[in-house]
């Protein structure tokens, strides 16, 4: 089993930044975790030598990798404070500099094997937003196509539960890359297979970016038509990280119906456009409400907002998904409706979406453009 003597050693043979000092005594280890044979290392650097130190992270990786015992490894270039490394901030000024590009990915680079890549996102928490992503990619499996999802949500993961997976990824017969777990027809991928389940992820900016970099290619994806991105709510690194790094073929945008929501889902939106990623549409969940006793309707957080608010925005509306008990059932017993119960109304709104998206996707999304380098103002 490794333990920390052991990764010290193997990183022993690492020069760290200054490219001769051996890495454990560089001072730059910022980090070490070590849970069931999986490794997660953390190294400081100045942001503005990311890209001429991404040798030193994939040495490192590669060495503890080699390691007996040693399942998985996880090696990011962090930057808590230019001042404890030694470099000036990167210049964010007004008309200014650009934020610090995560390590190991180029802006707008392709992932092989993967044809079309869709980030389903929402303004804020509490919308559903997972529900969605999980049935839709299961949706789409359905329809015929080959699927995978990625759980970009690195501090709150939801992927494992929704989908029934909680055994670890194994390494791919190269040594460098996981292999996905799969259900449903669908692979799937999250940070939340490589750490225990009420494990805190305790990560700054440049910490995360660079996980999800690596979560998305350093993974044996194969040869998949759609692969669909469970976003974290919000507008932040993660989602320009996406925009900088891999060509979106577009988002999807999920809300509840009440004022609240739709005005996070507007900033969402916004950004997205902003970026020039396309928007492939809204989807309005927990829509209604269907009593399982006498049928009645009731729609617990008004209706029809998010239909409204995607014609005043001029994105198309991909439809309705209901609050409902089975939804809620399946999904914490982690089975989604869209397969476990097919020939239910419940699975058929998601599969309908599934069919919108799929056909947007065909036709190409609206209003795709080049993904621009983003600047702060």
């Known amino acids: 089993?490794?333990?920390?003597?052991?990764?010290?050693?193997?990183?022993?043979?690492?020069?760290?930044p200054d490219g001769r000092t051996p890495l454990p005594q560089s001072g730059a280890i910022s980090g070490l975790?070590?849970?069931?044979?999986?490794?997660?290392?953390?190294?400081?650097?100045?942001?503005?030598?990311?890209?001429k130190l991404e040798p030193m992270r994939t040495r490192a990786e590669t060495a503890i990798k080699a390691l007996p015992g040693v399942t998985a490894a996880v090696v990011t270039l962090t930057a808590e404070s230019a001042r404890q490394v030694g470099g000036a901030a990167p210049a964010a000024g007004r008309g200014g500099g650009q934020p610090h590009r995560p390590q190991g990915a180029t802006r707008g680079q392709p992932l092989p094997g993967v044809k079309k890549i869709i980030a389903v996102a929402s303004g804020k928490g509490g919308v559903g937003k997972s529900t969605v992503a999980c049935n839709l990619a299961v949706g789409l499996a359905k329809l015929g196509l080959e699927v995978g999802v990625l759980d970009a949500d690195l501090f709150g993961p939801s992927m494992p539960k929704l989908f029934g997976l909680a055994r670890k990824p194994e390494i791919a017969?190269?040594?460098?890359?996981?292999?996905p777990l799969e259900a449903y027809g669908v692979k799937v991928m999250s940070i939340g297979f490589l750490?225990?389940?009420?494990?805190?992820?305790?990560?700054?900016?440049?910490?995360?970016?660079?996980?999800?970099?690596?979560?998305?290619?350093?993974?044996?994806w194969g040869e998949l038509d759609v692969l669909v991105v469970d976003m974290p709510p919000g507008t932040g690194d993660t989602q320009l990280?996406?925009?900088?790094?891999?060509?979106?073929?577009?988002?999807?945008?999920?809300?509840?119906?009440?004022?609240?929501?739709?005005?996070d889902a507007r900033r969402g939106v916004a950004m997205f456009q902003q970026v020039h990623v396309p928007l492939i549409g809204v989807v309005e969940n927990m829509s209604y409400f269907l009593c399982p006793h006498c049928g009645a309707r009731t729609d617990v957080f008004s209706h029809g907002g998010a239909r409204k608010e995607a014609e005043r925005l001029g994105v198309p509306f991909l439809g309705e998904a209901p609050l409902d008990i089975a939804i809620?059932?399946?999904?914490?017993?982690?089975?989604?409706?869209?397969?476990?119960?097919?020939?239910?109304?419940?699975?058929?709104?998601?599969?309908?979406?599934?069919?919108?998206?799929?056909?947007?996707?065909?036709?190409?999304?609206?209003?795709a453009k080049p993904a621009p380098r983003i600047r702060f103002l």
């Open 241 to 263: 990280t996406m925009a900088q790094n891999v060509p979106l073929s577009g988002a999807v945008i999920v809300s509840t119906p009440q004022d609240l929501a739709l005005i």
């Open 195 to 220: 750490i225990e389940e009420d494990a805190p992820v305790i990560w700054r900016g440049p910490m995360v970016m660079s996980a999800l970099n690596q979560l998305l290619r350093e993974v044996a």
């Open 328 to 367: 809620r059932e399946n999904s914490d017993a982690g089975r989604p409706v869209a397969a476990s119960l097919p020939e239910s109304a419940q699975a058929r709104a998601f599969l309908d979406i599934a069919w919108q998206v799929r056909d947007t996707l065909e036709a190409g999304a609206p209003g």
């Open 33 to 51: 975790t070590i849970r069931d044979g999986k490794v997660f290392l953390a190294i400081l650097i100045d942001p503005a030598q990311a890209s």
């Open 1 to 16: 089993m490794a333990d920390r003597d052991g990764v010290m050693a193997a990183l022993a043979q690492v020069p760290g």
């Open 173 to 179: 017969s190269d040594g460098q890359r996981l292999i």
